[in-house]
């Protein structure tokens, strides 16, 4: 991928490990807020709010935002979700800041998105695997604990993966996306756009 047009060069990301229903980096499904701050401190400084309550079904949510040293103007490089029933659910890896994280070696975080699904599609087919689409149209792995969102870094569309597993009363991972995740990012402002 070389150096992004905008953000962290391929070497001054970290690198996490992902493992279906277990976690991403230092971070595991279930773990409290508490334990999300401790153990995001390794990447930085976290801020912690409550994130919007669209369904009754779902318990309390706290969006914890982790900023890299030095970058606090930036977009967080992590956003990780955590419910009062199950803990962490949900992690997002930004794809200007977020560390990068691989599937089956393929790189996730911060592609540009019609070279991923290349990616992805060629490591289907040589495999005899499936690869998965989400409604908007982007291509990730046959994970369904992997989802790839869209985010705006300049004028080109990057991904944005979300490692998840189901959060309380959700049958699948992508019925508990949470509502912050539902729309592209704008990697510059890291709000949605419209």
Request: charged fraction near 25%.
């Amino acid at each position: 991928m070389g150096e992004s047009e905008a953000g962290l060069g391929v070497a001054e990301r970290d690198e996490w490990s992902y493992a279906p229903s277990v976690g991403v980096g230092p971070l595991r499904f279930g773990m409290t807020v508490d334990e999300v701050i401790e153990a995001a401190e390794l990447l930085g400084r976290t801020s912690v709010g409550d994130c919007a309550r669209d369904h009754a079904l779902f318990s309390p949510t706290w969006k914890i935002e982790v900023h890299r040293r030095g970058m606090a103007s930036a977009p967080p490089a992590v956003t990780a979700y955590a419910c009062q029933a199950v803990g962490l659910f949900c992690v997002a890896a930004d794809a200007e800041q977020g560390p990068q994280v691989a599937f089956d070696g393929i790189p996730l975080v911060g592609r540009d998105l019609s070279e991923l699904e290349s990616d992805v599609i060629a490591h289907a087919e040589a495999r005899d695997v499936h690869c998965r689409y989400t409604p908007e149209g982007y291509a990730g792995p046959d994970d369904p604990g992997v989802l790839i969102r869209g985010q705006l870094v300049g004028r080109v569309l990057r991904s944005r993966p979300l490692f998840m597993v189901p959060r309380d009363g959700a049958h699948t991972e992508w019925d508990s996306l949470p509502s912050e995740e539902h729309r592209v990012k704008n990697g510059s402002t890291g709000g949605s756009t419209a």
